[in-house]
């Protein structure tokens, strides 16, 4: 098989990009779509679920998918510096795929309020980090003040490159499945993901979306030739209870959530979420910071999957609608799981007990084991 050189080389074809794009790429997307195994007998629940594991891309999360596209676009057009406004994993991918691009990353993030892991990936890569005195929405209203003063092309998702190259995981769902699930479940922070994926499943199934015509401008979503399958998922969006602008019908002011990821309380593409949800029959819902905190041990724990507090949201949502009966047995389902756990290792060993420390000496490491069997 031909070397995997990144999704933009993949689906070329889907994508807006010409032989003058430079591709700049880390060789992101062809992430697993792996079955759970254990929870579903172990919940005694009669589904077929499956994650996709978003957190295997080269900075750990679903962003470089975006990120492939808006840098490469970004150098098409002669940019020599990009910003964003982060909760952190945008951020960091941000900050690699500018340093791939030899370009100058600056990140707004906000004070206090992002994972361990994803601020050392910002540093590690050399952007400038500019910490915040507020939240996520001061950033992005910041990030867009200033892009219409300084010479810096805007990455967040408001950059329409970024939802063409983070549909391309409904693709690859798709092709691992030979056909689309029935529900696609998902993290709602901005709101930019969700709408990626719709217009992914529609272009895969040959049809428009409001979606797709509402920030292409276009009357028809501009790559729905393909028909990968003939029908599209019932689309569900959830967040957390003290972040969930969509369940209020309106922007939170302060947002709260352990799960900083999504921690954003005026998302800044709630019309095409909202048109992905309307069009495929789908419902957004909220899960509590116990909940979700709790979706991830057992995920981790009885599925091997690790994955950062807000990606559990989609799992944790989906596992209580089914048991709801809001989504009927038999129903094949996927989650996406949008970033790695190790992105913030201070939540998951957070109220741990779960390190003990034993004299070196064998008697007491036998002990120590013997007592656990
Ligand atoms: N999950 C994770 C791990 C995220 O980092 C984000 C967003 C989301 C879910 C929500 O996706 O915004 O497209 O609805 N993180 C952004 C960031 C805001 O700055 O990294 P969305």
Known sequence: AAHYTGLID???????????????????????????????????????IYVKYEGLNPTGSFKDRGMTMAVSKAAEEGAK???CAS???????A?????????????LIPEGKIAMGKLAQAIAHGAVVLQIKGNFDDGMRLVKEVAGEAPVAIV??????????????????????????????????????????????????????????LYSGAENCPYVNTAMTDKRPVMVGYQADGSAPFMRGAPVENPETLATAIRIGN????????????????????????????????????????CE???????????????????????????TLTGHGLKDPDIAIRGQEAVQTVEAELGAVKAAILAHI
Not at 32 to 38: D, S, T
Not at 88 to 93: F, I, L, W
Not at 180 to 202: E, L, Q, T
Not at 316 to 335: H, N, Y
């Open 81 to 83: 510096a990009i910003v």
């Open 267 to 306: 998302p800044q593409s709630w019309d095409l979420a909202q048109a992905a949800v309307n069009e495929s029959g789908g419902w957004f819902d909220e899960v509590s910071d116990d909940e979700l905190l709790a979706t991830q041990a057992l995920l981790a724990r009885k599925e091997g999957i690790f």
């Open 10 to 48: 993949r689906y070329r074809d889907r994508l807006p990009v010409s032989d003058k794009t430079p591709v700049i790429s880390l060789n992101e997307g062809d992430t697993p779509l792996i079955r759970l195994v254990n929870l579903p007998r172990e919940l005694g629940i009669d589904v077929e």
């Open 87 to 93: 909760t952190g994993n945008t951020s960091a991918a």
């Open 156 to 213: 967040n998702s408001i950059n329409p490159y970024r939802l063409q190259g983070q549909k391309t995981g409904a693709f690859e769902i798709v092709e691992a499945l030979g056909r689309a699930p029935d529900y696609h479940c998902i993290p709602v922070g901005n709101a930019g993901n969700i709408s990626a994926y719709w217009i992914g499943y529609s272009e895969a199934c040959g049809k428009s979306t409001a979606s797709c015509t």
């Open 95 to 107: 900050a690699a795929y500018a340093a791939r691009a030899g370009m100058t990353a600056f990140v």
């Open 309 to 335: 507090p807000a990606s559990a949201v989609s799992l944790c949502g989906a596992l209580r609608d089914v048991k709801s009966g809001l989504i009927p047995a038999g129903s094949l389902i996927t989650c």
